[in-house]
């Protein structure tokens, strides 16, 4: 499966985005799909994932009221949804999808990655 990752921008704090990671040559509902940042000199986080029955896994509990993820089966894509954006969310943005249901939170259990799309929020 191929993944496209797109809808960062330059943003300022307290402002909203939408990302979505859209795939090809697979069909998303069959995978865990996550989201991951990365900001310069620091390793690739998880934001959250989503399992095949739609569960969600955050990596830190004060994202669950900022971030969402969600699915368009419909249109074989997967949306964050951002809001509330601080300058500490600054990052280049993944999105990753695997087969599996455990181990959401290590970059290792993906096996599909979409290029970054980046996202800047600065006042």
């Known amino acids: 499966v191929q993944l496209q990752a797109s809808g960062g921008g330059l943003v300022q704090p307290g402002d909203s985005l939408r990302l979505s990671c859209a795939a090809s040559g697979g069909t998303l509902s069959s995978y865990s799909v996550a989201w991951f940042r990365q900001s310069p000199g620091k390793g690739r986080e998880l934001v959250v994932a989503?399992?095949?029955?739609?569960?969600?896994?955050y990596i830190y509990d004060s994202f669950k009221g900022r971030f969402t993820i969600s699915r368009d089966n419909a249109k074989n894509t997967v949306h964050l949804q951002m809001n509330s954006l601080t300058l500490g969310d600054s990052a280049l943005y993944y999105c990753a999808a695997t087969k599996l249901g455990t181990n959401l939170y290590y970059t290792r259990t993906y096996d599909y990655w979409g290029r970054g799309t980046q996202v800047t929020v600065s006042s």
């Open positions: 989503v399992m095949k029955n739609n569960a969600t896994v």
